[in-house]
């Protein structure tokens, strides 16, 4: 991967997650790997996973145009693969209560809510842990 593309990931993951959320997942001691997907040589989406003993999907973002294509879909069915070629049983991922529609898709997806996380976006703004399970 390019420096440009490296830089383009990182300016999408900004602007799509806000502050907070990039510099924690930036900054987790972790193993980490990040899936990009393109169109006509531009990048529009990426998936950043990381792991130790655990596997998570730490973001998924896609450019707003590019929504509702299956970008974001193909991204998660990517890192779920690489989980299972690492031998991980399960991929965890938070998602803010608030985001209904977006827990409604991680549920289509395979996901199931596991617990709530109080205060995990800060005071009184709390996320869903999910997992899936691998078949």
């Known amino acids: ?9 990182i300016d999408l993951e ?13 900054t987790k001691p972790y193993h980490k790997k990040v899936f990009v997907a393109e169109s006509n040589g531009e990048i529009v989406g990426a998936a950043v996973v990381f792991w130790n003993d ?28 690489f989980a299972k070629e690492k031998n991980f049983n399960s991929v965890w991922l938070e998602v803010s209560v608030e ?3 977006l827990v409604s898709y991680y549920k289509s997806l395979g996901f199931r809510i596991h617990d709530v996380i109080k205060h995990f976006y800060g005071i009184g703004k709390h996320a869903y842990s999910m997992v899936y399970r691998m078949r």
């Open 99 to 101: 985001q209904s529609n």
């Open 14 to 26: 900004y602007e799509i997650l806000g502050l907070s959320v990039f510099v924690d997942i930036s």
């Open 54 to 81: 655990e596997f998570r999907l730490g973001s998924i973002v896609v450019k707003e145009d590019f929504r509702r294509q299956g970008i974001g879909k193909a991204l998660i069915k990517r890192s779920i693969e």
């Open 1 to 9: 991967m390019e420096d440009d593309e490296v830089e383009e990931i």
